[in-house]
């Protein structure tokens, strides 16, 4: 009898041991989801001639999802069957969210001819209960009760379209994510996969300085108060837009902070290939929970130096261990700078046909704007060379965000052949008290100050401006507004003093006197001889006039 | 007796010309008429109260160069010497001026280019309302383009008519060497 009760034990155990090893493939066969090994075949033969390895671009590694093939079902959808591949996916801390990423394929015939991973991000919604479904209905403008965004890469994980749901119906808004890291007291911010998305910077880094609620139309829920450098915040956005097609607001919302060092305190979470590193955190979410409180984490300085006590200012990382008590701009060193940007070759085209324009019949003052793609970068936006149609004047359009590039100053030409006039100076104080800039916070303020240069191009050689005291400039900017007219006499004045003085000299030698003489205590000016790149920055000598700086 | 009237006419005129000042050589450069103003030195000149202006030429200028009169309460300052000058200096001079000033067609003129038949002149006007003052700028260049003689007339806004036609005597009486 004993022996017949364990036998019959046995039996029980092994057929719930083989039902609990088949659950998938029984849940597969209940629900109509069997995974045809013709159709996983021809999915991985598409997978492998597709998906490619991509080299790391500016220090951002490409993020390669691996399918976990064994993990794999069918969705029928319209008639057709899908195979979804789930793949990596990371912990989600915000409990409002579920976020779920798959590979899609679909086939044409008996091959697979389309690929895609497709992202779910469900606000408030069961999206494992309903996942199916989802996935059925992807491509459609309605999903019942779903609220959330789609957002659809390629095989590679390159963006192509995202679809925002409410109540059930897409709307225009897109969705996207984007990740934020602190590097070194530079907040960097990575958009979905690696170049898609449209997200306002200066919104997000606003938020991320600690202005936590709606800057303009920029609203971040959930935005640390301080960013830590060992740790990678992931924010889920949407964008609103207006009939045109113009973004209007952005509502960007953190889901997850993964921190790598001990003691940051990441959450649990499913976290299924994430290993650890920032690089491998950075390939996705899944739809656990958990929080990212716990103890405290460590303070590193700009340097990176546990506890350190060096800032980032507008020349860069000083205090602390680097040796650096105070920002100075030693015309000597940075004369190097001015050149190498001078000689660049964009640069350069651009500077010479500036001032072709600027002295063709009409004259005219020409110019451009000078605008990097990317602050933390050395890359210039390609920008069109335009005039204000006026002999005298020319106004540079200041951005600072990620579509219409941070501007870092201008060039223009001078059809009469002066010196930079106190226009030129004096607009680079301006962008300090834009809002775009204020919203970039202090790294971006750091940034700007770091680059800001104003090159004038004329017959009788080149010229650039850069700030040596930006409060100073400030002060002469606020004196230049409150009375241009004055301003103007000003300088005019003091360059007819010079030519009183030395009744040969020519104008273009008493304007650089002028500028020198009243914004010299603000500014280091640089000039290149006509049609040359190599810079050399003048000063005033001590008969009082405008000579060439002696550099060791 | 017309030893006498010879001696009357030349003495009288040496006597006019001495007493009244009214031309006289500066440098090498030219001979200018004064009409009546007294040389001064830019120490005495800084009491006057068109001086008091701080776009007032005594100061800022910097170098001791030039001569300074005074006519009327008006500053008269006056410099030039010999150099080789392009053919459109003075052009180049009003279009820099122009630029500087951010002159648009359509503004007021400040400047005046008048061809003599001996030399061309530069006259460019600057007000400054703050300080109720102004300034008139005079670059004239010999035909040859081997000499050039410059000026500031400073005076106050009120005396803008007077002024203009000090300058306006002062050019015309220009005489190269």
Sequence with gaps: MKKRSLLLATIVFSLALLVFACRRDLNNFINDQEVPSSFLESAKIYHGI??????????????????????????????????????????????????????????????????????????????????????????????????????????????????????????????????????????????????????????????????????????????????????????????????????????????????????????????????????????????????????????????????????????????????????????????????????RSDLKLQNADILVKSTTAPLKEYGANQKLLDPTKNTYKAETIYTDNATSTFGPEFSWNNTDGYWVGASHGHPGGTGPSPSDAVWLARPLASSELATAGATGMAQYKAMASSTTMTVNGNYVITVKDWPALVTLKNSFDSNPTAARNAYVNKANDYKAAHPSASDHEASVYALMKLYGSAINLYKAAAGTTTYTPLKLTTTDMVGDLACP | MKIKIIFCIAFGTLFSNLAMGQETAFKNIAVVNFDGAKRTDITKSKNLKIAKSKYSLVNSLESNVGEFYEKNGMLLFLNGESAELENNHLEQLEKGFKEMKGWRPGDPEFTKLETFSQYKVLVMNLEFEDQGTGKYSFFAVSKNNKKILNGVLEYELTDKAKASQIIEKFIKGIKFK
Aim: a positive charge; one cysteine or more.
């Design chain 1, 50 to 343: 597709n998906a490619k390895d991509f080299r790391p671009t500016d220090g951002t590694e490409f993020i390669k999802l691996r399918p976990l093939w064994r993990d794999s079902w069918t969705v029928k959808s319209g008639g057709n069957q899908l195979l979804i591949v789930p793949t990596i996916e990371n912990h989600v801390s915000n409990r409002d969210y579920k976020i779920r990423r798959v590979f899609i394929f679909s086939k044409n015939g008996n091959e697979v001819k389309e690929g895609k991973i497709v992202e779910f991000v469900a606000v408030r919604y069961d999206l494992d209960e309903h996942l199916n479904e989802i996935i059925s209905n992807y491509k459609q403008n309605s999903i019942k009760n779903f609220n959330g965004s789609i957002i659809t890469y390629d095989i590679n994980y390159f963006p192509e379209s995202s679809a925002v749901f409410e109540n059930g119906n897409k709307t225009n808004k897109q969705a996207g994510f984007v990740k934020a890291v602190n590097l070194r007291g530079n907040i960097r911010l990575t958009t979905s996969s690696r170049d898609g998305g449209k997200i306002s910077s200066a919104g997000l880094l606003s938020a991320l300085s600690g202005k936590r609620d709606a800057i303009g139309a920029f609203i971040c829920n959930g935005c640390p108060t301080k960013m830590e450098p060992n740790c990678l915040y992931t924010f889920s956005y949407t964008n609103y837009y207006d009939s045109k097609g113009n973004i209007t607001d952005t509502v960007c919302e953190l889901v997850s902070v993964i921190c790598t060092n001990t003691g940051s305190g990441s959450g649990s979470g499913s976290g299924s290939g994430s290993s650890g590193g920032m690089s491998a955190s950075m390939s996705g979410f899944s739809g656990g929970t958990g929080s990212y409180g716990g103890n405290p984490p460590p303070s590193y300085d700009c340097t990176g130096t546990l506890n350190g006590s060096a800032t980032m200012s507008e020349c860069g990382c000083i205090g602390g261990t680097t040796g650096i008590t105070a920002c100075s701009k030693d015309p000597c060193k940075e004369k190097v700078l001015v050149t190498q940007k001078a000689t």
